[in-house]
């Protein structure tokens, strides 16, 4: 049995890595001082930032209120859930840091959005008055602050639990990671049903119905759209990085705990502390030079510095930290080669994936190309190469994925689960940068839609938000395969926990029996656990169609009732569209958010914990595709639709061009909505696996089996879940309505 | 150990099922007769219909002719392969009955469309000269004629095996049931692409570009589209069930053995003998009556007919054949309830699939009327709302069929496995009448456009032939539904043959531990059989997209170069057009057919015969969910096109109309190419991993291992997938592409 308990030099090296997420917060302060202090622009400007403000800020502050009521029925929950190690104390600790874990991810989304809705404007102004390179050094560093922030407060958490708790820290951590990852799910589904909806029924209502252009002011919902981008882009998917990078860190506890005791949980917390060092380098490597071929090449080479230190470092931490020898089972390796290949998978993983979406949703590459030729045939042709491309791309990241799984596996040996959370550390040294790079894509989106609106900027200043939009949007889609890639180790590593929570709470037995394929009844828990993923997808889909359609009746009716806003007379009430988005968007984000947390309870306690060991791999194996697949097809999309605007097959305004717009708007809830909450689905479901699994076994095993009680909380949550899709297909109002028709439900007539 | 010799009553059982499946195939012969000895109607007609026929004929030809070769090599390799029970004999003996399954595919397949070629002018006949009533009859059993060939070769195959073989009979039709599965995936991908392409590329060129309505005798393409039909909906659907009747009953019988010796194999073949007197009466009952409410009335009162009389019989049978008392472990029932419960489970999931794809693709229910609604804001909501019904109507059909595995898996006990293999051929008792149905559907739409590009149709008649392709319309969408639920009990009870044959080669050892989820090769594995059914999917959408692109050229230099088509004074040239479509077709099967064959090969070999297991289920779970995605959203978007037709929200012509125009062609590809072809995937790559895993598991453990060889047979297998892919990929004609492009190949690009 490995030791727990940390050494003095453990001790060191933590308080160290907790020293260092201080020192991260500091580097982001010092950003956020240096964004806040450059110019705001003029005063049209400044009215149309703070109208986007407001809207953000406004939307986040109900969210948090609503969210704060369900937070605290899952505190008490966690404090009546038994814990695997540990007594009342470890119970109580777990849910006070499900708290911190929630308020730190609500921070996250929280800091870094507003600073993105200050930083948009500056963008802007500086366009103008400094040109390319100050405005990129802008938006870059409010990118910045937003990734210094996750890493500092993820790292945060998880080195002040390990220092306060020591051996019963990795069952606390569980509570942070919880925390964590249920605000980011309701962030990323919630934030990207407003910004779709937005988008979608401004694009429907003013470019189809009104034929007038993108971010024109007249258009009641333009606000709304800029509002989406923040909360959406900017919150969502900081709120989610930081989950997948607190939820990683945890399981790799859990599982380094197993394996080589206190020495295999200081290794992840000291990698981490090395991603802080490496992403801060990476941030202030992404300077815009002259000799910079594209806008890519800056932060292109903030990614490649920052992977490079981690990597030097990585292999001095390993060879420092991890004993020589160890006593697991089938081991290939020492447990120092393990660390540092295992770490390398992941550095690796993140550059593959990254070359591989730039390969299927860049303008200039082939696949793209080839979308924006199908054009010529009409919309059809381009929604089933899209879709034909998102299918195929999603099985080559897949296979990335698997063959990074697998190569920790191989490495691995007994302690392959280990190996394969490392792998996902290793991916994530490199988070500050990523979400840097990735809030750089809705600050200049937003930059250059507030210059449009406030027709403040001159045609030099236009084309250096055109340049760094187009940026953005190729980092966007970069960013968005790495946090999949994030997710799914994420993921794979929480099973591995899983696995090992179930095995000590049944007393050491050997899990094979239960969990094998030979089962019927696990085959049916992986074909549940795939259906999740299709259900989900489907409602956060048909979640946007609805919400856009109340936005395209609202912003119609604004026309029809003030007619002066179309010569500009009279000003549209942009509120009303943010609030009707911020109403539909919390309200709709209730049937997706019950479903990923149910419907583990509902297969766990209902079928037991074989089915749901099963469930979480058919999840995973099917997630994994499905969130590849909508992201990729709607990055494509974009892009082809961007093809044809810069010129090709007619440019604007040609049949090809309204072929790609219908693409386009497909892709909207594809690769904003859905694909992306596929992410902190899959580590929700595997979070409350994990919670419930010493709960499903004591019903299911031994003296205090309850079939009765099993059955009855299995029936509770299912119940729950169906009657919140009921529930949200009576809301019929489909984008197109003319009137509410009374709701036919399913139910009723299906079975 | 029970006793695996057939007795001498098991004998008479076994032979009254040989008889009874040859007096099947007399009473479609006699179907037959009726169908030929009615009027051909007038010249013009015939004309038209013999086109059809020989372009039907043409490609099948040519196709059986591209897959002789395949079958040669394929019968070498068998030779070769191992088996797990007896010796050279047995060997010899599976290879012949993989060509007698090749061949009896080929045949249900051959004679069904050749019937349904000369049927649908007969229709259409009829239609004029007698009505409603005789034009529906001739409809209904030149299906019927289909459906009695595809259940009597089927029966006559296993139980003159079972009288041949006795007890390995179960190893030799292994060999039966891959020949009928790998002929019917070729059918099924071949014909979904040959037909979608002549459907999607006239629609193209006709609707869109030259403003001439569908079926219009100017497009060249229209007789390629009407061939289409029949070799993809007819020939296809009808290879098919042929294959899942034939899989499922291999899979029964060889766990009956293992679970009840010689009872438990023929109780499956008495049940399949009960399903084709069954459907016998079931397609004598679908004559309309004079009460009937609606064209559909005559045709479920075939079906619930056909399963009631089954239901009875199954009761009798279930408690002569099966013995009283076994020695199975976990029993919580006697093996006659057992085997009446499963089959139970079988017919009662075949109602419920029929209702709820009723449900979902309807004109008259909610969800198509919210897809119709949706046009109102154009194409891009109508492709979102068809989306998320896909995807949400996808999971009821797998909680419904993992709820019948699961109840089997309940009332199984430690014979759970045979107990969903006996589910499925439950499901197929109605085997006979569900073929007929779905043949009633090409034979109706073939009627409607042959009767359109004749003119010799008056008013009175054109009418009924709407009636009853608008009744072909739903009954092709429920069979798909049941078509689908068919294959995935197939392949889960092809599964557990393959855990079997497992445990056989490896000694009887126990699997639970190379087969568990614990292994993080394993969950490597359910990724990629996830990965498979998403690449499969993607490649037949693509493969539709180039070859309607070709016939979209084709058409278009017809127009150019026959300026006297589009006065009549020119006939366009029909067979250029069929010939393009077949040879697209049968070059673009390749891909997809090497990829089901050989990705398990590489799985297997490669990473072993637990992690196979896991692809197979990955496989399973992500298939039928996207297998039932796919034909619902292409459903739905259609009879959401025929909606608005019928007037609503504007109609023919009408922005609406275009909107339902582009769903309905994304939707073509999705509910008739990539949808029905991951049936005969999922069941040729469980039988290919059925097949070799005696062979993997060789290499793998014991004395002959050798992990050198069965590496290079992974790698190859890899290389020549990967390679194919390749190929297509640089086929870069898309639709609406001017010229070829130099291909940019993926791997150069992409690693």
Not at 447 to 461: H, L, N, P
Not at 549 to 567: A, H, K, L, S, W
Not at 629 to 656: H, I, P, Q, R, T
Request: aromatic share 6%.
């Amino acid at each position: 049995m490995p030791d727990n308990d940390l050494s003095g030099g453990d001790v060191v090296l933590v308080t160290a890595a907790l020293v260092v997420s201080l020192a991260a917060l500091v580097f982001a302060w010092s950003l956020v001082r240096a964004v806040l202090a450059t110019d705001q622009g003029t005063t049209r400007m400044r009215d149309i930032a703070r109208a986007v403000q407001e809207g953000a800020g406004a939307y986040l502050r109900r969210q948090f209120r609503t969210l704060a009521v369900f937070a605290v029925v899952v505190f008490l929950l966690l404090l009546v859930l038994p814990v695997s190690e540990g007594g009342w104390g470890t119970r109580l600790a777990r849910a006070v840091f499900f708290l911190v874990g929630a308020l730190f991810s609500a921070a996250v989304g929280f800091i870094g959005m507003t600073l993105a809705t200050r930083g948009n404007v500056r963008v802007a102004a500086a366009a103008q008055s400094g040109g390319y390179r100050p405005s990129f050094r802008i938006a870059y560093r409010t990118g910045g602050v937003c990734g210094m922030i996750t890493v500092g407060l993820g790292l945060f958490g998880a080195s002040l639990a390990l220092l306060l708790f020591d051996e019963t820290a990795p069952v606390v951590l569980e509570g942070f990671a919880f925390g964590g990852a249920l605000l980011a799910m309701f962030m990323r589904v919630g934030g990207g049903i407003f910004t779709k909806a937005a988008d979608v029924g401004a694009d429907l209502v003013g470019k189809v119905e009104a034929g007038i252009p993108e971010d024109d002011p007249r258009n009641a919902a333009t606000i709304a759209d800029n509002v989406g981008d923040n909360v959406g882009d900017c919150a969502g998917m900081a709120a989610d990085l930081f989950e997948s990078y607190a939820v990683t860190l945890v399981a790799a506890l859990i599982l380094g705990q197993v394996f080589f005791g206190a020495d295999g949980m200081v290794f992840p917390i000291v990698v981490a502390g090395i991603g802080v060092l490496a992403s801060v380098v990476g941030i202030l490597a992404s300077n815009p030079g002259k000799n910079d071929s594209s806008g890519l090449a800056p932060i292109n080479r903030g990614f490649f510095t920052s992977a490079v230190v981690s990597l030097v470092l990585v292999v001095v931490a390993a060879f420092t930290v991890l004993p020589g020898v160890a006593d697991v089972p089938d081991s290939v390796v020492n447990p120092q080669v393990l660390g540092f290949v295992s770490v390398l998978i992941g550095i690796v993983l993140a550059a593959a994936i990254q070359q591989l979406t730039g390969y299927f949703t860049e303008t200039s590459r082939k696949p793209v190309r080839d979308i924006g030729r199908s054009s010529l045939t009409g919309a059809a042709t381009v929604v089933l190469s899209g879709i034909s491309l998102g299918l195929e791309s999603a099985v080559y990241a897949a296979l990335l994925i698997g063959g990074a799984v697998y190569g920790a596996f191989l490495v691995g040996g007994g302690a392959a689960l280990y190996a394969v959370a490392l792998a996902g550390c290793g991916l994530l040294t490199t988070a500050g940068v990523i979400v840097s790079m990735d809030t750089f894509g809705p600050v200049s989106d937003n930059a250059q839609g507030i210059a449009e609106m406030s027709g403040d900027i001159d045609e030099d200043g236009a084309r250096v938000l055109t340049d760094l939009d187009a940026v953005g949007n190729t980092t966007k889609a970069i960013t968005k395969g790495i946090a999949i890639a994030t997710a799914v180790l994420a993921a794979a590593a929480l099973f591995g926990s899983y696995n090992e929570q179930v095995r000590t709470a049944l007393g050491d037995v050997d899990l094979a029996q239960s969990f094998s394929l030979v089962e019927p009844d696990n085959v049916v828990g992986a074909i549940i656990g795939a259906a999740v993923v299709f259900l989900f997808s489907g409602l956060a889909i048909s979640a946007v169609s609805r919400a856009a359609g109340r936005v395209v009746f609202e912003v119609r009716e604004q026309f029809r009732t003030r007619p002066g806003i179309m010569d500009y007379s009279e000003r549209p009430d942009y509120s009303a569209v943010v609030d009707i988005c911020t109403k539909d968007s919390l309200r709709e984000l209730a049937t997706p958010g019950l479903l990923a947390v149910l419907a583990p309870v509902a297969v766990g306690f209902g079928l037991g914990f074989g089915p749901l060991a099963a469930y979480l791999v058919g999840a995973i194996a099917t997630g994994t595709l499905m969130a590849v697949f909508l992201a990729n097809s709607g990055g494509a999309w974009d892009n082809a639709k961007k093809m044809v605007e810069d010129g090709e097959y007619g440019g604007k305004g040609s049949e090809a061009h309204a072929a790609t717009v219908i693409g386009d708007t497909v892709g909207d809830p594809f690769k904003d909505t859905a694909g992306p909450a596929i992410n902190p689905l899959l580590k929700v479901m595997n979070l409350v696996a994990l919670l419930i699994a010493p709960a499903v076994v004591t019903l299911s095993v031994g003296e205090d089996a309850n079939t009765t009680v099993r059955l009855l909380i299995a029936a509770a949550a299912a119940l729950v879940v169906i009657g919140a899709v009921i529930v949200s297909k009576r809301r019929s109002v489909v984008v197109g309505g003319a009137s509410e028709e009374p709701a036919d439900t399913l139910t009723s007539s299906a079975t």
